[in-house]
């Protein structure tokens, strides 16, 4: 059996564990193990299909980033190229496909999001044999508890908030601090919920400035003259939408975000009271893997080739308590997880007095 390993899309703490473990697992049972660099940019010419041996892994699992590098520019279906000068997209799956064959790969391992599982499921339905572990710092895979990099994400945006809270309580400052989350909220929540912030604005609950102001004033006059506000990218006003970061490159999803710096200038009008922002941005995909997350990565490795062994093609490893189990990637990709507003995290965050600018 030889099997190839793909990282696709952003990169999560976690990653290089799971690469880790896969090959481990791989090479136990006499695999062969290859390496595709960028995502699927190495079969398709523009980068490296390299060997993953035992000693090509050693000492990766508690590094961030991947060793095999990724992007979210090698969808093959809508891959970039050039004709003439212009920057179009091109369908270049049938030749990913002759070169898997080539290269006699009987199998990919994908890691990614829910724009890498989809494409994963186009190439099994195209006949490529693949098994998906599900990657997002976001958390919003359907069929997992959770995703590797998540833990990560949420300890790195706690750690800010704690710290955020003695320079605003020192200059009796509202301070906003933008996380990741285009489309769920599940960073801003567990994390706001986490480090005792005063608001919390998820995608799932459009806000009113007014009720963030409220708030605000609220806490002053009980005395607490600062207020932190953790928001998601993707948050957005009643009426209206997210914020987008300007046109993406060819082959890109939309950037949003940037919602945190207009935001603070309007809580600074409506309060008179002086408001910074803080956009966390990147710095919640880098460093090492809490150990959650290795644990997490190391288990979704090895499962990984057990589904390769078991041939549940077409198949992603999912957490489900207390097993790793098994689900089409189809299944997890029909309604995508989003932050549920029964539940005891958000009830509890409003017992305990934080607003969800509703």
């Not at 710290?163 to 994390?191: N, P, Q, W, Y």
């Amino acid at each position: 059996m030889r099997i190839a390993i793909s990282t696709g899309g952003g990169d999560a703490p976690g990653l290089n564990a799971v690469i880790r473990a896969a090959v481990l697992s791989a090479d136990a049972r006499g695999w062969d193990v290859l390496g595709i660099k960028r995502g699927y940019a190495g079969l398709l010419g523009d980068d490296e299909v390299v060997p993953l041996t035992r000693d090509a892994v050693r000492g990766i699992a508690h590094l961030g980033g991947t060793i095999l590098r990724t992007t979210n520019r090698s969808n093959p279906f809508a891959y970039p190229c050039d004709t003439n000068g212009i920057i179009t997209e091109c369908d270049r799956s049938d030749e990913l496909m002759d070169r898997s064959r080539a290269l006699g790969i009987d199998a990919i391992i994908a890691i990614g999001g829910d724009g890498s599982l989809g494409i994963a499921q186009r190439l099994h339905e195209k006949g490529l044999k693949v098994v998906g572990v599900p990657k997002t710092i976001d958390n919003d895979i359907a069929g997992t508890l959770t995703t590797f990099g998540f833990d990560t994400a949420v300890s790195t945006a706690i750690e800010a908030i704690d710290k955020l809270h003695t320079t605003a309580e020192s200059h009796d400052r509202v301070i906003v601090m933008e996380v990741m989350g285009r489309h769920a909220g599940f960073i801003a929540l567990h994390s706001g919920v986490a480090a005792t912030a005063d608001v919390i604005l998820i995608p799932e609950i459009p806000y009113r400035l007014s009720k963030i102001c409220e708030k605000i004033r609220k806490r002053d006059q009980a005395g607490r003259r600062f207020s932190i506000v953790v928001l998601a990218e993707g948050a957005y006003p009643v009426g209206g939408s997210y914020s987008v970061l300007g046109p993406s490159l060819p082959g890109q999803a939309e950037r949003v975000g940037g919602v945190a710096a207009g935001l603070a200038q309007e809580i600074q009008a409506h309060t008179q009271k002086e408001c910074r922002s803080l956009v966390l941005g990147h710095l919640q995909r880098g460093g090492m893997p809490t150990g959650y997350d290795r644990l997490l990565a190391t288990r979704f490795g090895g499962a990984a080739v057990r589904a390769v062994a078991d041939g549940r093609w077409g198949y992603m490893v999912a957490l489900q308590p207390p097993y790793i189990n098994t689900i089409p990637i189809q299944e997890a990709l029909h309604e995508p997880k989003r932050v549920d507003l029964n539940g005891d995290v958000v009830r509890t965050a409003r017992e305990t007095g934080i607003s969800f600018g509703d």
